[in-house]
């Protein structure tokens, strides 16, 4: 019967949801659906972003087949990390509280529950998900907010007229930074916003990461304003709606009073004043007319220039009268002369930005894009002198504007020539990132598989990648094989395998990230073997030229193969009932070695199986063993499976093969043979009836014997054989007519069934004839079946097939004729004209009934002698219970006693030591008498008169009981 398997193994579902993301090549049939608007969520709550998946082909999701795996791009980040994974029923989580749930996943959710969000978690979350073939992905936003704690330090003013006044509004521990503060006044013209007067500082950011603002309105009322209503109005992301909180303004007319001597103030004001003006004059003369050069600062560029990255340098020129100010921008790259690329003067009109240089190369390939410079220009003047700020934004590509030579020249009437402030460009670019190579979980021999190496976030595009095969036990770095040799964008070169039909494929998928970084995922696609490729390195190393960068991962292969089994054989084709039968599996082509096997008849487990060969090893490093069963087959199990089960770490669950007992040669089964009519007489014609059943196949014979002589006798007959639906096994039935002869009597026939297929073990069937008026003895039967020492015990002996008279019953012991306790039941006429009677014996058993032969007979006048059934009582021997040594002293004599009690039978015996000496004196032993227990009892003492030397002496005496082999003592010591 072919193999089957009950379950395969899982293949590559954390792989593939992670090649889904990475490679975001092509789609499969899932959908999955998710938050359709951005979550917003306050921060320290908990957070549920939704992952739908529709489009699988089953009405419940396999946990073994199918991947999720969550990414989270921060809010202005390029990279996207690995925030959770689902692979092959295991959760891995890197962040704390994480949790997809197992049976929303069976039905198709795998959204992420995230606990005590923060800010850091804001950003885009994608999820990924895998059910074999197919794949989809989703993704959605996340917002993180604290909501402002507003306060007004009065909700109620009062002011004269004509002085100030301010008023805070506090807003505190709020997130994200973008808050707006505003004021309104409300007064009896109506409703304004107020824009003057209102100053509102720099948030402060606390240690928890939330900010606070304070704004404050400056009052300068009149008596026109009294009764406004002042309103600060806070609107931030977090908040439903715009917050208000109002003040109310009173105000009050001034005290005016007139100093005595402001008079005199008024002359020293007008003194002072005259001299202030004269100052004045002076300095605005040095302001206006002195003229001052300009201070050009260094050009400031950031610590890295980044490939393709927005790059802000800044000159600062400061300090200068008159205000007319030019300036150059010129550009030199490697090779090229110098060229202008902005010019700006103060004077309107006469900036320009030159065509020349508007072209910033991006990627190395050739695509392009057109960037212009972008120069922004500031002025402040301050106290007479200028000021400007020159910032230069622009995207540097590492191939065309690493080492080129940025200039500014400052040109002013007070200089000579032009000031010039140069810097050399540096670009650099981003080393790629390498994760772990992904490989199958399971790696099956001769089975295609696809080892992937995800390379992230890298700039400029040119990477070479190289695949190496390190050969087993080969040194660190030595012995590598190379594999694939490619230049991100150029063909694949493959190095190893045949010309026509290499072992190797090589593909890449590549995605652009929005910082105009790289992420290519490297596919090795081959087809494993045991010898080729088992505990093989591979090693994916990856060169970056722009950043000189050498990074390599490897991945160790654990391949295994799949074990195959062949039918099952027995020996016999066609196993005998009840004898011994060998089965055999023979299971190869797997590997490792290690496999289990197990027999099982229909859902038994069968007693008796064990491997009996090891696993051989084959030329293509696959093992093969051939397991063997011996078992004896029952008529039951016809019709039942054998199955050979074995479980391999190759496979999940078990496989096997299995074959149907359809055909069992049984030897037929022979029942009780019957007597028609049960007690015949001389002279009547009796039929012997013989059935047999249970027996495969149908061919069969009955042969009669009378006292060991067969018999060939016409009316011996027998039936053709049925077979019976319920068992599938055939019956049949055996018939012999005979007249019954004067000597017939305890005569034994014989029916003997010969099954050819079974020949050698024929079955029989024996009945001892016993003709009518000749009493038939059953057994004894004792009530209670286990009897007790001195509890009344009934023992009763059925008689049947005897005539009414001429018969006599007695109950025996010794030979000798119980005369107590016998009591019979009445003759009872049976269908066959013969009676029957129940004989029964009461007796309370005791230690005389120990090993004792009890004896049944029956006297009639047929047969000379009587007919008897006979028993020994199955009575335990008991160990005697000793009690301690009793000590009497007398004038002279003192004497030392030990009583047995509850013993059986009463062979004991007894010594006494004085000492380590054995007692010569006399020992008198108490004859054995019969205790309420139904057990004996008995005394054992000895006597001696004491001696000065005896003091202190030990006297020992030791009981053996023969039954039961056990032996035991007592001692004292004499008390003077």
Same mark, same amino acid.
């Given at each position: ?436 190579? &992904? /490989? !199958?979980?399971?790696? =099956?021999? +001769? %089975?295609?598989?696809?080892?992937? @190496?995800? #390379?992230?976030? $890298?700039? *400029? ?108 054989? &027995? /020996? !016999?084709?066609?196993? =005998?009932? +009840? %004898?011994?039968?060998?089965?055999? @599996?023979? #299971?190869?082509? $797997?590997? *490792? ?384």
């Amino acid at each position: 019967m072919p193999c089957s398997g009950d379950l395969w193994p899982a293949l590559f579902p954390g792989l593939i949801a992670v090649l889904a993301l990475l490679g975001a090549a092509e789609g499969g049939d899932l959908v999955v659906s998710m938050n359709s608007r951005m979550v917003e969520v306050p921060v320290n709550k908990d957070a549920l972003l939704e992952c739908r998946v529709s489009g699988y082909k089953t009405s419940e999701i396999n946990l073994q087949t199918v991947g999720v795996i969550w990414y989270h791009r921060k809010l202005g980040a390029s990279k996207k990390d690995e925030l959770y994974k689902f692979s092959g029923g295991k959760h891995t989580s890197y962040r704390k509280g994480a949790a997809i749930f197992d049976d929303e996943l069976k039905k198709g959710i795998a959204s992420l529950f995230l606990p005590r969000v923060q800010f850091n978690e804001e950003g885009d979350y994608t999820c990924v998900v895998f059910i074999s073939p197919d794949e989809g992905s989703g993704e959605s936003s996340m917002i993180v907010s604290a909501e402002p704690q507003i306060s007004l330090s009065a909700t109620a003013i009062t002011i004269e007229s004509g002085t100030e006044k301010s008023v805070k509004c506090d807003s505190t521990e709020f997130y994200p930074l973008a808050i707006q503060i505003s004021w309104l006044k409300k007064s009896k013209s109506g409703e304004q916003k107020i824009l003057d007067h209102i100053c509102t500082g720099s948030p402060v950011k606390n240690a928890d990461g939330t900010y606070n603002v304070s704004s404050h309105m400056r009052l300068r009322p009149t008596l026109q304003d009294d009764g406004n209503i002042y309103v600060c109005l806070v609107r931030h992301r977090s908040l439903d709606k715009d917050t208000k909180l109002t003040t109310h303004l009173t105000v009050k007319e001034p005290e005016i009073v007139v100093p005595g001597g402001i008079i005199i103030c008024c002359v020293i004001g007008s003194i002072l004043l005259c001299s202030l003006i004269m100052i004045v004059g002076f300095l605005m003369y040095l302001k206006i007319f002195r003229k001052v050069p300009p201070k050009v600062s260094e050009i400031t560029k950031p610590p890295h220039m980044i490939h393709l990255e927005e790059t802000v340098l800044t000159c600062h020129i400061s300090g200068y009268k008159p205000a007319n100010i030019l300036l150059c921008c010129f550009l030199q790259r490697k090779g090229e002369n110098q060229s202008k690329i902005f010019q700006w003067s103060s004077a309107p009109g006469h900036s320009q930005a030159p065509e020349a240089i508007e072209q910033q190369r991006l990627i190395c390939n050739g695509d392009s894009v057109k960037e212009s410079f972008d120069i922004e220009m500031t002025t402040v003047t301050h106290d007479g002198c200028s000021s400007a700020k020159c910032k230069i934004i622009f995207i540097p590509d590492i191939d065309k504007d690493d080492g080129t030579v940025l200039s500014l020249h400052v040109s002013h009437s007070t200089l000579g020539k032009p000031i010039t402030k140069s810097i050399q460009l540096e670009v650099e670019g981003i080393a790629p990132k390498m994760t772990n190579i &992904l /490989a !199958p979980p399971h790696i =099956i021999h +001769e %089975e295609v598989i696809a080892l992937s @190496c995800p #390379i992230d976030g $890298f700039k *400029p595009r040119p990477l070479a990648i190289t695949w190496y095969q390190k050969l087993d036990k080969a040194k660190e770095n030595m012995g590598l094989k190379e594999i694939v040799r490619t230049v991100y964008g150029s063909e694949d070169v493959i190095v190893g395998g045949e010309k026509d039909l290499p072992k190797y494929s090589h593909s890449l998928n590549e995605l652009t990230n929005e910082d105009n970084t790289y992420s290519v995922t490297s596919f090795l696609k081959f087809t494993p073997t045991i010898l080729e490729d088992h505990e093989t390195v591979y090693i994916c190393e990856v060169e970056h030229p722009a950043t000189a960068s050498k990074t390599q991962h490897r991945v160790k292969l654990d391949i295994k193969a799949i074990p195959e089994c062949e039918d099952i054989k &027995l /020996a !016999p084709e066609i196993p =005998i009932a +009840e %004898e011994f039968a060998e089965s055999t @599996c023979r #299971i190869h082509s $797997f590997f *490792p070695k290690n496999i289990e096997v197990i027999w099982k008849m229909d859902n038994k487990l069968m007693q008796e199986t064990k491997a009996e060969t090891e696993p051989t090893l084959g030329t293509d490093g696959r093992y093969s063993f051939t397991d063997h069963l011996k078992f004896i087959p029952a008529r039951e199990d016809l019709g039942k499976i054998l199955t050979c089960k074995f479980q391999h770490e190759s496979i999940i669950g078990t496989k096997r093969t299995a074959c149907k007992l359809d055909k069992l040669i049984s030897p037929p089964l022979l029942d009780d043979m019957k007597i028609q009519p049960q007690y015949p007489k001389p002279g009547d014609l009796t039929t012997f009836l013989c059935h047999a059943r249970g027996f495969y196949p149908k061919d069969v014979m009955f042969m009669w014997f009378k006292n060991e002589k067969r018999i060939d006798d016409k009316e011996i007959t027998s039936t053709d054989p049925v077979i019976d639906k319920n068992t599938g096994l055939f019956c049949c039935e055996s018939r012999w007519k005979y007249m019954i002869l004067p000597d017939d009597h305890q005569i034994d026939f014989k029916v003997e069934a010969l099954h050819f297929q079974t020949s050698h073990r024929p079955a029989k069937v024996f009945h001892s004839l016993l003709l009518g008026g000749i009493p038939k003895l059953s057994d004894i039967i004792l009530e209670p079946e286990t009897p007790f020492y001195g509890q009344p015990l009934v023992l009763k002996c059925n008689v049947t097939n005897f005539a009414q008279k001429g018969i006599s019953t007695n109950w025996l012991m010794d030979d000798k004729p119980i005369l107590k306790g016998v009591r019979n039941t009445d003759p009872k006429e049976e269908q066959d004209g013969f009676y029957q009677l129940c004989s029964c014996l009461e007796l309370i058993p005791t230690a005389l009934h120990y090993n004792k032969k009890l004896v049944f007979e029956v006297k009639n006048e047929i047969t000379p002698q009587a007919i008897t059934k006979h028993l020994y009582l199955p009575l335990p021997g008991n160990f005697p219970t000793v009690s301690e040594i009793y000590c009497k002293e007398g004038c002279t004599v003192t004497s030392f006693m030990v009583s047995l009690t509850d013993y059986v039978p009463q062979e004991i015996e007894v010594k006494w030591f004085k000492g380590e000496q054995p007692y010569t004196g006399s020992v008198h032993n108490g004859l054995p008498q019969i205790a309420t227990t139904g057990l004996f009892s008995s005394t054992t003492e000895i006597e001696f008169i004491p001696e000065l030397s005896d003091r202190d002496l030990e006297i020992r005496c030791e009981i053996f009981h023969l039954e039961t082999k056990k032996r035991i003592e007592q001692k004292c010591r004499l008390p003077f």
